[in-house]
């Protein structure tokens, strides 16, 4: 979380009473707020960048009121509390120590302070007859058209205070159409893209899992002003909340069709004691306002994230392959060292060993027993962990490794010796999920537990390279033993605990890349992305339903962001279909080269090396969606470097209907004057395919390459590729084509 104040950081002077007027602003965007008469702070605009900051002076901090068309001393307050004049929902809802539940907050200082990125502002607000206190902190991301705003909840007095509503931010817009697209979710179906539009009343998007929070529904959302947001068309709103536990969404159109926007902690069972003299941090409700549609907003916060909050963003990343669909639970230390080699002859850079490697009362041979004990099952890896890093670097790749240090089950030592530390319910029956419960991290002994999971294997061994993270259930038995009879903070409690954990790993292992997994996709927000290299979309990677995924999670994420493996899911497809939806983002594999012929190993070897040869412009380029998978039979992504002068085009048919009409793709990033040489790669090699995977080691050495694509190697224009484009989709159900594009 944010520091409490930044003002160390500020250092320009407060500004007083007379200083009417705070603008908030990025290359594209303006957030203009204003202090009115009444001395209370309301948002006067929110849209494209004014060329005359003048204009903004004009606009009035008064709205019109009622069916009347009068107006009132009412706007639209920036922070709202409960029990004013305001009809709506507030963003602030607070019980004082004398009980009373209204909070009326007036504009006290403000601080700017120019910044190598754009601009910070802290606002500072306080409530006149209660020692309360807002600071509405702003940071502004000038080049990528970013804004990130949290909220500090001050309570100076001598007695505790409760408050049960704490947005983020409210955010308003007066435009005569609203819609929404959310991003819901499920196990093996994440992040599904709807759209519908938003009439009067309130729609809300809220999850209350606790962990594994964005199960059904993910933290981010697309706002269409006045039209749907198309790819390259229409003002949207793109907005995304950086918590890992429950949040939620309000949208709320009132009489006179203005649309509010409250992003929060759900605050459902979460009323939250601010103890005398202590503070309550939101989070980070990071926002961009594009005006050539989605693609615009996209391309902006892939940017922002990789330089700004995404750890180790402007990094590398290692390919690896993962053992866990190819051998399950079934595995030992002599097969792993196979793999290991499988690995190294696959090209990648790591091998990522998965669940059941741990517990020795419980040994982990299913998903029932043995989840907390974190110590190597000798009976499948007598040497331990050491042994499995010697072998790796035997066979000259790194060495990777699952954990689940959140959760337990109640078959092993370490629920035995402490059954309070899982959340549990007192006399009555548990409910377990996947046979696993979750561990109280509001309890400090438990995050010092988790914690010590990691140090105790890096520090004993060093040559781990990378953790997989994954977090497969909800909180269920909802009761801390920990908390006793402050239930009501478990949920926030909770996640806290976990940021504690990972903070310490950072600070004290900065350079160990993590992924985030959680049960697939359940875990995707930018606080958690802070402390996670990558995240794991889907355990879904039928390629296919990976076309939907990827295009769903691309809205908010950069590719270098988005794990994506080359699996068995979906065996009716190429492995050349599977490995080039993979490559478009942070490739890996999860599957064993004895299912490869020889033709499909020597295919995804050249992938592989051609995938790190385009590294610069599909982990970090500029990513261009254009056709989508939700509006056509065919799918078509494609990444260009910064200077434009690499590009790769990623096409793909899915089920293409009997002599329908194929269009072109039309380019986009280009230099139109310029002219580029288009060459498909990934191209299956000609060998003799009667060879099994066991005699690929008397495969041709150097098999051809030979495309049968009509452009293939051929130069065109900038100008004639982004206007006329290219034939890439064909008639025939699940094929892919991947063009590299070089500028001459």
């Known amino acids: 979380m944010k520091p409490l104040l930044l003002s160390l950081l500020l250092l320009s002077s407060a500004t007083n009473i007379s200083a009417q007027r705070i603008d908030i602003s990025t290359s594209k965007t303006d957030l203009i707020l204003k202090v009115g008469d009444n001395k209370r702070l309301y948002q006067t605009y929110l849209g494209e960048k004014l060329l005359n900051k003048s204009d903004g002076d004009i606009l009035p901090w008064q709205v019109k009121g009622g069916s009347d068309g009068s107006v009132s001393e009412r706007g639209w307050e920036v922070y709202p509390g409960s029990g004013a004049e305001d009809y709506y929902e507030p963003a602030l809802a607070m019980t004082h120590s004398d009980g009373n539940l209204t909070t009326i907050l007036q504009y006290a200082e403000h601080k700017q302070q120019q910044t190598p990125f754009g601009a910070i502002t802290e606002i500072r607000l306080k409530d006149n007859l209660y020692p309360v206190e807002v600071t509405l902190h702003y940071e502004s991301y000038y080049k990528e058209n970013i804004i990130k705003t949290w909220t500090v909840i001050h309570n100076n007095g001598k007695q505790p205070v409760e408050i049960w509503r704490y947005a983020s931010a409210m955010l308003y817009f007066n435009r005569s159409e609203y819609y929404l697209t959310e991003f819901s979710s499920d196990w093996a179906k994440e992040a599904q893209m709807r759209t519908q539009p938003l009439c009067f009343g309130k729609k809300v998007i809220d999850t209350k899992l606790g962990s594994r929070a964005a199960m059904h529904t993910h933290p981010f959302f697309e706002i269409g002003l006045d039209t749907p947001a198309g790819e390259n068309r229409g003002e949207v709103l793109m907005g995304t909340l950086a918590w890992t536990g429950n949040f939620q969404f309000t949208f709320e159109v009132d009489n006179v069709g203005n649309l509010r926007i409250l992003p929060s902690i759900n605050p459902y069972a979460s009323t939250y004691e601010v103890a005398a003299k202590e503070s309550f941090v939101t989070p980070e409700f990071i926002f961009t306002l594009s005006q050539h549609g989605t693609g615009e907003g996209s391309r902006d916060l892939q940017r922002w994230a990789r330089l700004y909050q995404l750890k180790d963003g402007t990094g590398d990343r290692m390919t690896l392959l993962n053992n866990w669909e190819n051998t399950y639970f079934d595995f030992d230390q002599n097969l792993l060292a196979q793999l290991m080699n499988e690995a190294k002859e696959l090209g990648v850079d790591m091998f990522l060993l998965d669940d059941g490697w741990f517990g020795n009362k419980h040994p982990r041979k299913n998903d029932q027993a043995g989840l907390g004990d974190w110590q190597p099952t000798k009976s499948k890896l007598p040497g331990g962990i050491h042994a499995l890093t010697e072998s790796a670097k035997t066979a000259g790749v790194k060495f990777g490794l699952w954990i689940e240090p959140e959760m337990v089950n109640p078959k092993s030592e370490l629920f035995e010796k402490h059954p309070d530390w899982a959340y549990t319910l007192p006399d009555r029956k548990r409910y377990y999920y996947r046979n696993q419960l979750v561990l109280d991290l509001n309890n400090p002994e438990v995050q010092e537990h988790v914690y010590k999971v990691v140090e105790n294997i890096l520090r004993n061994n060093p040559d781990v390279a990378y953790f997989k993270w994954d977090c497969n259930s909800p909180i269920t038995n909802i009761f801390s033993h920990y908390l006793k009879e402050k239930q009501q903070q478990l949920y926030i409690g909770h996640v806290r605990g976990l940021y504690n954990v990972l903070q310490r790993i950072k600070k004290n292992f900065p350079n160990t890349p993590m992924m985030l997994c959680s049960g697939g996709g359940a875990r995707c927000d930018y606080e958690a992305l802070k402390y996670f290299t990558e995240f794991w979309c889907s355990d879904n990677t039928d390629p296919v339903e990976r076309l939907f995924i990827q295009w769903g999670f691309s809205q908010f994420f950069p590719a270098k962001a ?72 065919h799918t078509a992504t494609m990444y260009t470097t910064e200077d434009a002068t690499k590009a790769v085009l990623f096409a793909f048919d899915i089920h293409p209907r009997f002599a329908e009409k194929l269009h072109k793709v039309k380019l986009q990033g280009l230099i139109p004057t310029a002219n580029y040489r288009v060459k498909e790669i990934n191209v299956m090699p000609m060998i003799d395919t009667t060879k099994s995977a066991k005699q690929r080691s008397s495969a041709a050495p150097n098999p051809s390459y030979k495309s049968t694509w009509a452009s293939d190697n051929k130069v065109y224009s900038g100008d004639y590729l982004m206007k006329v484009g290219l034939d890439v989709f064909t008639a025939q159900e699940t094929q892919s084509h991947v063009i590299e594009l070089a500028k001459e």
Not at 590 to 605: N, R, T
């Open 562 to 633: 988005m794990c994506a493996h080359v699996t068995s899911w979906n065996k009716q497809t190429s492995v050349k279909f599977r490995t080039d939806v993979a490559s478009m983002g942070k490739l890996g594999f999860d599957i064993g080269l004895k299912e490869l012929s020889a033709a499909d190993l020597l295919y995804v070897q050249n992938a592989i090396k051609n995938w790190n040869r385009l590294k610069p412009a599909i982990l970090d380029g500029v990513q261009y969606r254009l056709v989508s998978p939700y509006e056509s039979n």
